[in-house]
């Protein structure tokens, strides 16, 4: 069976610093992979995919993800982060026909 | 109302009530899943209907009883449960099962079980 695992599960970055959320996966299949964020009092919401072709995949609100293979990574990446990213985020593996949901991370931006 | 909407949004109840969970969804999508979402916990599938039928149960106690009447609403109806089913619930929808597309959420119901 496909797992995720998410290092760390609160990350804390300055305004305006970069963002690195990780996410490694098991998979004996090629896998689609994804990251949702949830905001407080909210459902998830879809960041990012990747399916197939270019292995950096980019996403809303200024998000991107490279997919790895050998290092079997999906690495969640922002710039510059903003005081509005503060949220939960979830990677998630395909697994058949469902999508299996790592811990979640819950990322902190200080002033 | 547009996406998926969820009612309530909370709920407290005794362990001898009974109660249910609705969920519709406004997007055209013919799969729909409910997941607890507990504290420290990954999300857990509970079920999945695809088509208005239900495809996939994980092992979840009977206390717990999906009904889907139509692809746009679905329901959790809820007796006898216990304290450790506290977690908020999500409902989700999709264009298809497969495992590529996207699922869209609901808010949730935050379920305080006394």
């Known amino acids: 069976a496909q797992s995720v695992t998410q290092l760390g599960s609160h990350v804390s970055v300055s305004e305006g610093a970069l963002v690195l959320l990780r996410c490694n996966y098991s998979?004996?299949?090629?896998?689609?992979l994804f990251w949702y964020v949830q905001y407080p009092n909210q459902g998830l919401q879809l960041l990012l995919k990747y399916t197939t072709g270019a292995t950096l995949v980019k996403g809303i609100n200024g998000f991107e993800a490279e997919f790895k293979k050998s290092e079997t990574s999906f690495h969640l990446t922002k710039p510059s982060a903003h005081m509005s990213d503060a949220a939960e985020y979830f990677c998630?593996?395909?697994?058949?026909?469902?999508?299996?949901f790592g811990k979640g991370t819950r990322l902190h931006i200080l002033p | 109302e547009t996406g998926v909407t969820q009612t309530p949004r909370h709920l407290v109840m005794g362990m001898t009530n009974k109660k249910s969970l609705k969920c519709e969804q406004h997007l055209g999508h013919n799969a729909m899943y409910w997941y607890k979402q507990s504290a420290k916990k990954p999300l857990e599938l509970m079920f999945v209907?695809?088509?208005?039928?239900?495809?996939e149960n994980n092992s979840v106690p009977s206390r717990f009883s999906p009904e889907c009447p139509n692809s746009s609403h679905l329901f959790l109806h809820l007796h006898t449960l216990q304290p450790e089913d506290s977690a908020l619930y999500l409902c989700?929808?999709?264009?298809?099962?497969?495992?590529?597309?996207?699922?869209?959420f609901g808010p949730g119901t935050r379920l305080t079980v006394l």
């Open positions: 209907y695809s088509l208005e039928e239900r495809v």
């Open positions: 989700a929808s999709s264009h298809g099962r497969a495992n590529y597309n996207e699922q869209f």
């Open positions: 998979s004996s299949v090629p896998p689609y």
């Open positions: 998630a593996v395909s697994d058949r026909d469902k999508i299996i």
